[in-house]
């Protein structure tokens, strides 16, 4: 069905291994529990290690439906491709959805990094570290993807070292927390809120273009199992168990309280954005005395710092792959797919770099950005699993089947709970879609009046 696509010109190289895939989807997916945890205690309170136990159930559940996408797509397996045999149109949309997604990724994550640096100006510098991460994506993925790896590898290394120092406080944790209170209803809307985890795994399905083949598959027939298993594999179980024992050994933090919004400790003021650096401060310093607890913090705040610019990274490399892959396919204007000698998509770049920018500059504040969150990368996820799971023409065991369907309703309830709670984020969602299908009617006319004339 798709097997005519490996001779088109302008294909993009497959230089991605699972190391690099990994580290990427690391940069998106392993930097929501920088801010995750401290926007749920703003939400939930001392109850908050509950909603971040079911988030990342469920971000188990759909990352184990997204092997099954990967293995499916080989060329690309984000909703805008699995929809594409469906509904040419849908498959726009699902698109637009994604990319609405990737711009206040882009702009969350480059706000958070500078809280958690610690600077005086972070909206001001934010803003100069979108331009620059730009300007070195002119560059290609390949360069990008290796300055992930070096900085993925150490930021894990300090989250699982900050989770062996919260251990000891988990019997302290287990005393403060507090049961769900407020009813179904309330409870469910909490973890509608905190559904920020989920962002970032439709990045991996749409980098299966560019990730390397197995080695008993060709251009022809391709698979790229042997990449993007091991990839997902290993950062859902990071960000899973990670932001699950995080979740729970922050309640033991001494005095948190909740104030208008923004969380206070016992020392400090505002922690509710650089929540790990505090846990850094306290968990390692009751060990090995104040000083170390001030290294750790350091530690943690430049680590999680430059990770989370990683993030930024990722978001730019994955929309602008996206807008390529839909101007080759005469979806978006054809300036979309002109490539720089890099391989890089010049004008979705730019976009990638304009839009984030005056994100950061119009909102500057992290839960304002989170309010715009979720509605698109869920709304994308629920359509990509409607789509896989109910084409037949697709080969996959019964039971995967039923998982992705019974997925997709739970992201439908999620989606739709989003839709009705956050205004500005459905406002977003649809000025970014409204946008992208003016753009695709522009392309659709003027390329019938080529072929016309």
Not at 106 to 130: N, Q
Not at 145 to 155: E, F, K, L
Request: positive net charge; charged residues 10%.
């Amino acid at each position: 069905m798709h097997h005519r696509r490996h001779s088109r010109p302008g294909e993009r190289p497959r230089n991605v291994d699972w190391k690099h895939a990994a580290a990427l989807l690391y940069g998106d997916w392993g930097t929501s529990k920088a801010y995750v945890v401290g926007l749920t205690f703003a939400v939930c309170g001392y109850s908050s290690p509950w909603p971040i136990a079911i988030m990342s159930l469920v971000t188990a559940l759909v990352a184990y439906n997204y092997l099954t996408i990967c293995r499916l797509y080989p060329f690309g397996g984000g909703v805008y491709a699995s929809l594409r045999d469906r509904s040419k149109a849908l498959s726009a949309i699902g698109a637009f959805l994604l990319m609405a997604d990737y711009f206040v990724t882009a702009s969350i994550s480059a706000l958070s990094a500078f809280y958690y640096l610690g600077v005086s100006h972070p909206v001001e510098c934010a803003f100069i570290a979108i331009l620059v991460i730009g300007a070195i994506n002119f560059l290609g993925p390949k360069e990008s993807g290796g300055v992930a790896i070096w900085i993925s590898i150490p930021t894990m290394a300090v989250v699982l070292t900050l989770g062996l120092f919260a251990i000891p406080h988990l019997g302290e944790a287990a005393r403060m927390i507090q049961p769900p209170h407020g009813g179904l209803l309330k409870n469910w809307e909490n973890l509608v809120v905190i559904m920020l985890a989920l962002s970032g795994i439709e990045a991996i399905a749409n980098s299966t273009g560019v990730m390397k083949l197995d080695p008993h598959s060709s251009l022809k027939y391709p698979s790229v199992d042997f990449t993007s298993k091991p990839a997902i594999y290993l950062i859902m179980m990071e960000v899973c168990i990670m932001t699950t024992l995080l979740g729970f050994a922050m309640v033991a933090l001494p005095g948190l309280t909740v104030n208008n919004g923004e969380v206070n400790s016992m020392d400090a003021m505002g922690v509710r954005d650089y929540m790990l650096r505090e846990m850094g401060k306290v968990f390692v310093g009751s060990a090995l005395g104040t000083t170390a607890g001030t290294v750790a913090a350091w530690i943690i705040s430049v680590t999680f710092g430059l990770l989370l610019l990683s993030a930024v990274n990722t978001a730019m490399v994955a929309l602008s792959s996206l807008s390529h892959l839909m101007a080759r396919d005469l979806e978006l204007p054809s300036m979309f797919s002109r490539l720089n000698r890099h391989g890089v998509p010049m004008a979705g770049l730019m976009l990638a770099i304009i839009i984030p920018a005056g994100l950061i500059l119009s909102m500057g504040n992290i839960s304002k950005l989170a309010d715009l969150y979720a509605v698109g990368v869920v709304g994308a996820i629920t359509m990509n699993l409607g789509s896989s799971s109910t084409d037949f023409s697709k080969s996959m065991r019964k039971h995967q089947r039923v998982i992705l369907f019974l997925t997709f309703l739970l992201m439908l309830s999620l989606e739709l709970t989003l839709l009705i709670m956050k205004p500005n984020a459905r406002i977003f969602a649809v000025i970014v879609v409204a946008a992208g299908l003016l753009l695709r009617w522009m392309t659709k006319r003027s390329t019938q009046q080529s072929s016309s004339s």
